[in-house]
């Protein structure tokens, strides 16, 4: 990876000085490679939808003024981030220019260039049961219908097919890179790095929680997603997590050198891969080549951790506008959220950077197979930082809040008297958190639960409900909210 | 069992064994390419599917796989089209620890004839093209020369062009192509070599709901409850023998960008258990699981229904509710509006002494009563949530036809910008030959406070009082009241 940065960096300034060879006048030989000739792929894939691919080929290309055209790169190729160079000998290899051509040829071209020149008609006799064929001149083709000149008369919309004596230069069947260079050594090996879209990658985890909903296991994967249209045969692959700002135009790498080879303690070694601290991100690479063909999902394992404590949280949310109105009920049956809180702490035996992805919870039912439990998305959460899990909302659990009393003082401000009810219909005692968000200035006058200030807005009520018991928790607020 | 044992020895380079075996090999020199192995459906010895209610569903199976030893990269077949890659996991049940995971792929470069031409650019096919006269095929060498656009053009004898009549044949199908999307796993396997492999994945396609039939008594106080479950399956997948379960209840499942768009609105529902019955209720996590206790198939577009309960004589309140508006209180109206619809609703007790008291998975819940003939009548429907024990079900049955009543405001009288006090008759006229009490349900903002009434009333909360006037049959009740209101 560090031998072709400073690559990168030389697209962003331009060309590579170019070396004193002779005999580079003169009309160039055109050569072509194909993947044929490839003989290591290093692909790395980011979070963004992009991938970095660097490839070396041993090409054949002769020496002299050269125009190489480099077949198999990916359908997605951001031209302007290609660089070419020999690994051999970097004198042996000018490059005078590089040109992305996707000048392509279709039936609408062909006709285009052969406005003004001889075509031939072809008309299917059935009678001799022969084509015949007509010679015809291309007058136009505005409008996509072309309009022939055949036997001296002008005329379109002619019955048959249309046949061209050669393909006109510079059209080409796939968009092609091409290169006008100086070789001086006939045999070479050239590395070219390209940076392509279609291309990404997220973990998706798996976290099997045990009947007591209190430890968990959980298994990482990586999960990447080629859509760049070409195969990758026995690639090397590596995956950098983070968010890697990525403009329209990607020219200065200059970060990426910054290379802090320092090593995270990670419990568990990946199996597969292995993770390092790269600049401010991870780079996470594969320990064996393998192989990412296009419009393939590959999924490798990326960590693995047993035992790790989960919090099972419930919690009632309300809405800061609440406060600001009259209300009855404000929503009747209001679901009772189901959370799992996760901490990525060594001594939770997890403590390793966790890419962002998404994490799915199974819990065994009492047959012992595994069920699934609820999904949710996470960010990319480095260590000792918490996770919190949104499994979904409580069937059994339900809670109602009422407005009891509103009084406004002046345009806002008021006082009002609340009434939250919090029914558990499970035969196990559960335990919820009221979180109360609330703009302005408030103050709780009185509550029958003491409350909790969590923040300038937001306060909380804990409540253990019994089981098969329903709980009143009532209190008054004061607020001020302009 | 069919497995495709193929040596790898007769392609020259690994690659090519994955292109036609879609298999992800090792590189030559690390380690031998993997022996191909297939799975069809054939090898599944037993499945099970636990269906959501948010469109999705969990499929569990178990095969009996002839794996060999070392490496190999094992083709699933027959899995769910609408599969979710990124879900599926393999594990060997004979033995824990004998299969390695080293890749999970999921291949859908397809087969098609765009992709099939695409992949032919400049590469030779044949041309053939019918020959009325002849009755036979002309055979035409051509060359693909590019296929942007999707009209390939091509050099056939010399010559440019497109647009040839015929068809293309091709020598082979290239690399890489596949007939349909498909699970390749790459595993290092040293167990013996027949194993029991569990796969599970989660796959979209799979729905089911709840649909009750409530049918009521003569006198509106009882009713019998049967909870029907009706699963469909879309998944492009049929199991066979499947046991069956679904779980109840709001799981959170992020959106998927990949696919996206067959998000069902929530009306799906399961059910809950009796003794006896097809689905055994259990607990799972906060939501609830039914087990069907026997091996049922589940068929690729197919709907199915099973009974989820039964409760007979459940005590039924019928409440006829003539609603109010808090606006009418800050403005001058005359008759509110003439001959509003009062509405009528059944309220039931979810409550083991009401002969329930068990989770109802949400759905639509269809009452029907029996005519003088002694035929059912459909008589209204509504949707109700997940609704756990001792909750209360309200559903809105429709309007009452013979029960009618109106709302006239007789003063209004403004105290500055946002306080008023207003006075109001409200009259209820029964039609029916039975009497019948009317809930008179009056939302209203703010503070306020009810300066006289001709009924008592009952101050439900903050901004809600209700009157509940008998009203005798064929007969009419006057309620009349004063109220004063500041909304700001």
């Not at chain 2, 349909?180 to 029991?196: E, H, I, M, S």
Request: with cysteine; hydrophobic share 35%.
């Amino acid at each position: 990876m560090q031998r072709f940065l400073p690559l990168l960096l030389l697209i962003g300034c331009g060309t590579k000085p170019p070396a004193t060879t002779p005999s580079f006048t003169g009309p160039a030989t055109v050569k072509s490679s194909t993947n044929a000739q490839r003989e290591k792929v290093a692909i790395t894939v980011y979070n963004q939808g992009f991938g970095l691919v660097r490839e070396i080929r041993n090409v054949d290309i002769g020496t002299g003024k050269i125009e190489l055209e480099y077949r198999d790169v990916a359908a997605h190729v951001q031209p302007e981030t290609v660089s070419l160079k020999s690994l051999d000998d970097a004198s042996a290899l000018t490059i005078f220019e590089q040109n992305y051509r996707y000048d392509l040829l279709t039936p609408a071209k062909l006709l285009e260039k052969y406005v003004g020149k001889k075509v031939k008609l072809y008309r299917w006799n059935e009678e001799k049961n022969v084509e015949d064929a007509f010679e015809a001149e291309v007058l136009s083709v505005e409008g996509g219908t072309p309009i022939y000149k055949i036997n001296g008369e002008v005329t379109y919309g002619f019955p048959g097919r249309v046949a061209f004596p050669e393909v006109p230069a510079n059209l080409i069947a796939k968009p092609s890179l091409v290169w006008l260079l100086g070789s001086s050594r006939p045999k070479q090996k050239v590395e070219l790095t390209y940076l392509t879209s279609n291309m990404t990658w997220k973990s998706d985890y798996v976290l099997l929680i045990d009947d007591k909903d209190a430890s968990a296991d959980l298994t990482g994967w990586v999960t990447l997603d080629n859509r760049s249209g070409t195969s990758f045969e026995n690639a090397q692959l590596k995956l950098v997590a983070g968010d890697v700002n990525k403009v329209a135009n990607a020219e200065s790498y200059d970060g990426f050198e910054d290379e802090d080879d320092k090593k995270y303690a990670a419990k568990e070694e990946a199996p597969g891969f292995k993770e390092e601290g790269f600049f401010e991100y991870h780079l996470y690479t594969l320990g064996r080549p393998t192989s990412v063909l296009n419009n393939e999902k590959k999924q490798a394992t990326l960590l693995e951790a047993r035992g790790i404590g989960v919090n099972k949280k419930m919690i009632f949310f309300g809405a800061a506008h609440y406060y600001r109105g009259k209300y009855g009920q404000v929503v009747s049956n209001q679901k009772i959220g189901v959370f799992l809180d996760i901490e990525n702490r060594e001594k939770n035996k997890l403590g390793v950077p966790l890419p962002k992805g998404v994490i799915r919870v199974y819990k065994a039912d009492k047959s012992g197979a595994n069920q699934f439990i609820g999904e949710d998305h996470i960010d990319h959460t480095p260590r000792d930082e918490k996770i919190r899990v949104k499994m979904g909302d409580a069937f059994d659990v339900v809670g109602d809040r009422k407005q009891m009393s509103w009084t406004p003082f002046g345009t806002c401000m008021s006082e009002s008297d609340w009434e939250v009810e919090l029914r558990n219909h499970k035969d196990t005692p559960v335990q919820i958190e009221v979180v109360e968000p609330i703009g302005g200035d408030w103050e709780v006058l009185k509550s029958s639960l003491p409350h909790k200030k969590e923040d300038a807005h937001t306060f909380t009520f804990d409540a253990k409900v019994p089981a098969r018991t329903n709980l009143k928790i009532t209190y008054r607020v004061r607020v001020k909210w302009c | 069992m069919v497995l495709n044992r193929r040596p790898s020895t007769v392609y020259r380079l690994p690659f090519v064994a994955v292109a036609i075996f879609a298999v992800a090999p090792a590189v030559a020199q690390q380690a031998p390419a993997p022996t191909a192995k297939v799975s069809p459906s054939k090898d599944r010895t037993d499945v099970s599917i636990t269906v959501y209610n948010q469109n999705f569903g969990l499929v569990r199976e178990v095969r009996d796989i002839d794996l060999g030893k070392g490496r190999v990269a094992l083709e699933f077949r027959d899995v769910a089209a609408q599969i979710q890659p990124e879900t599926v996991s393999i594990k060997s049940l004979t033995a824990q620890n004998g299969i390695n995971v080293l890749e999970q792929n999921y291949r859908y470069d397809l087969l098609s004839p765009a992709t099939l031409l695409e992949k032919y650019v400049g590469k030779k096919v044949k041309v053939y093209r019918w020959n009325e006269k002849l009755g036979k095929e002309d055979g035409f060498d051509a060359e693909v020369l590019a296929v942007n656009g999707g009209q390939p053009v091509m050099k056939i004898n010399g010559e440019i062009t497109y647009g040839f009549p015929g068809r293309l044949a091709f020598p082979e199908v290239p690399a890489n192509l596949i007939a349909k999307p498909t699970l390749v796993w790459l595993l290092d396997t040293n167990a013996g070599p027949k194993q029991k492999l569990e796969v599970t994945y989660l796959t979209r396609g799979f729905t089911w709901k709840a649909d009750y039939v409530l049918t009521i008594d003569e006198k509106d106080t009882k009713g019998d409850l049967t909870g029907w479950v009706t699963l469909s399956n879309g998944t492009g997948a049929s199991y066979e023998n499947a046991k069956l379960k679904l779980v109840a209840g709001d799981v959170n499942k992020v959106p998927d960008y990949s696919y996206g768009g067959d998000y069902a609105p929530a009306s799906k529902a399961g059910g809950a258990g009796y003794g006896g019955k097809p689905f055994k209720e259990e607990g799972l996590f906060e939501y609830h699981l039914y087990t069907l206790q026997k091996p049922t198939n589940v068929l690729q577009n197919e709907q199915k229904q099973i009974t989820l309960l039964e409760a007979e004589g459940i005590a039924l309140n019928k409440k006829l509710i003539f609603y109010g508006n808090s606006y009418y209180y800050r403005g001058s109206y005359g008759q509110v509006m003439s001959n509003q619809k009062v509405g009528v609703y059944l309220d039931i007790e979810n409550k083991e002494g009401n002969k329930l008291g068990i989770p109802l998975p949400k759905g639509v819940v269809r009452v029907y009563k029996a005519d003088k003939s002694g035929a059912k009548q459909f008589i209204g429907e509504d949707r109700i949530d997940h609704t756990p024990r001792d909750e209360k079900i309200r559903v809105k049955m429709g309007e009452a036809f013979d029960i009618v009543a109106d709302r006239k405001q007789m003063s209004w009288k403004p105290l500055g910008t946002c306080n008023s006090e207003s006075e109001w008759h409200i009259s209820v006229r029964n039609h029916k030959d039975t009497d019948e009490t009317v809930e008179i349900f009056e939302p209203i903002g703010g503070d306020w406070e009810i300066v006289q009434s001709s009924h008592p009333h009952t101050k439900k909360d903050a901004h809600t009082f209700t009157f509940n006037p008998k009203v005798p049959k064929k007969g009419e009740v006057k309620v009349t009241y004063r109220v004063r209101v500041r909304w700001c």
